[in-house]
């Protein structure tokens, strides 16, 4: 598998139920990241969480991070039909120049009314 | 809120054209990065950006790509003779501090045909 791997890669659910989504990753990180991004737009970083950290809330968004198991997890609570996206995690590593990130594959989410 | 702006936001050129794509980062950022994402396929990192130099680049980045920061507010990508495989969204970010995440752009969509 590659750095970042999403799963599952599609996820279909009912407004107002939760959607978790989860990432592996291979190497050591900095920072893991997750991006929202709606059909052929732009990314909208959704919440950072560093690697000495292990969860992390925003609104109505948990992240966990194991770096033991190299895996991180966006829980959406309280769906939306409006959340309806694809969304992807990112991972940096410390480099000389500034740091890469390096995206995995992605969860499609539907978000049905 | 600040953001990062690229233009355009679709370019269609033919193949073997030379294009240039623009964006402009966030003001107080240090850091500099392009990125693609082919249709359906997961974004890639193409280069990176610090101190008026690169600091890293991909192996997509060959030597038909260049990027230049003209005037200490631009960014930009260059593409000398574009090949159909080129067709992809490219998008620009900048960070201000390796401890924080990437601001995206919204991409330009570039179409070789």
């Known amino acids: 598998s590659q750095q970042g791997e999403e799963d599952p890669q599609a996820l279909s659910i009912q407004e107002g139920e939760n959607a978790t989504m989860n990432c592996s990753y291979k190497t050591s990180i900095n920072n893991l990241q997750w991006y929202r991004q709606n059909s052929g737009r732009g990314l909208v970083h959704l919440i950072l969480?560093?690697?000495?950290?292990r969860e992390k809330h925003s609104g109505r968004l948990r992240v966990t991070l194991d770096t033991s198991k190299k895996s991180s997890s966006l829980l959406i609570t309280a769906s939306r039909a409006a959340d309806t996206a694809s969304y992807f995690c990112?991972?940096?590593?410390?480099?000389?120049?500034?740091?890469?990130?390096?995206f995995g594959t992605g969860t499609q989410l539907k978000v049905e009314l | 809120e600040p953001e990062v702006t690229q233009t355009p936001s679709h370019q269609v050129t033919q193949m073997g054209q030379e294009v240039i794509l623009r964006c402009v980062p966030i003001?107080?950022?240090?850091?500099f990065y392009w990125y693609r994402q082919i249709l359906g396929q997961k974004v890639e990192f193409l280069v990176s950006f610090y101190n008026n130099e690169i600091s890293e680049k991909s192996e997509i980045f060959d030597d038909q790509f260049s990027v230049e920061r003209p005037d200490g507010s631009n960014f930009t990508l260059k593409i000398r003779s574009t090949k159909l495989e080129d067709s992809a969204m490219y998008f620009c970010?900048?960070?201000?501090?390796?401890?924080?995440?990437?601001?995206f752009g919204p991409g330009t969509r570039l179409t070789v045909t």
């Open positions: 969480i560093r690697s000495n950290e």
């Open positions: 990112a991972t940096d590593r410390l480099t000389g120049g500034g740091n890469k990130l390096t």
């Open positions: 003001s107080n950022h240090l850091y």
């Open positions: 970010a900048s960070l201000r501090d390796i401890t924080y995440e990437q601001y």
